[in-house]
């Protein structure tokens, strides 16, 4: 297991405190420079860590799925639409429509993605860090710190060179 990983599991609730003022520093300086710095972090750690050694987004966090990722996977998993919405989905307290189990039914035993290439949007896109649009999330990384090792080392890596 990598040893990105181990911090990760090492983390104190200070961090989450900690992350959060970072997040509040950052938005005065959103913007192109710090896309491109989160983008570089994001390569270098992703280096570090194999997602397959992890999974913890797919075990602890339901992701959103849409009506194109409903209708793109029930058609990959030969499956009526309201067939799959019926076993498969749920609304959450925001109103989304989310998988109804966590860890994910499509998670494997060997932490593949049974529905790799049709997966959700949602997971495409986690944890934000990278495209260049690390500005837009500002709001989410402290809390996806909690759950991604790779976030919580992109965070830790910008406080030690961006200071507080
Ligand atoms: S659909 Fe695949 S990538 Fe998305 S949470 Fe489930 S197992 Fe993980
Ligand atoms: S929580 Fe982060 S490091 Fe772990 S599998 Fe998900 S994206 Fe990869």
């Known amino acids: 297991m990598s040893k990105l990983i181990k911090n990760w599991q090492n983390r104190k609730p200070k961090h989450y405190k900690q992350h959060k003022k970072l997040m509040r520093k950052l938005g005065q300086h959103k913007g192109k420079r710090l896309d491109q710095y989160a983008e570089e972090l994001h390569e270098n750690t992703f280096q570090q860590i194999d997602c397959l050694d992890c999974a913890n987004c797919c075990t602890s966090i339901p992701p959103i799925v849409t009506k194109g990722d409903v209708s793109r996977i029930a058609k990959h998993l030969s499956m009526k639409v309201s067939d799959f919405e019926e076993q498969y989905l749920t609304t959450d307290e ?69 200071p507080t």
Do not use: G, W
């Open 94 to 162: 925001d109103n989304d429509t989310v998988m109804n189990q966590s860890p994910c039914p499509f998670l494997l035993e060997d932490n593949m993605c049974f529905i790799y290439e049709f997966r959700p949007k949602a997971c495409r896109q986690y944890p934000h860090t990278d495209n260049y649009e690390f500005s837009k999330h500002l709001n989410l990384h402290a809390q996806n710190a909690l759950y991604c090792p790779a976030v919580f080392h992109i965070l830790e890596t910008m406080q030690q060179n961006i």
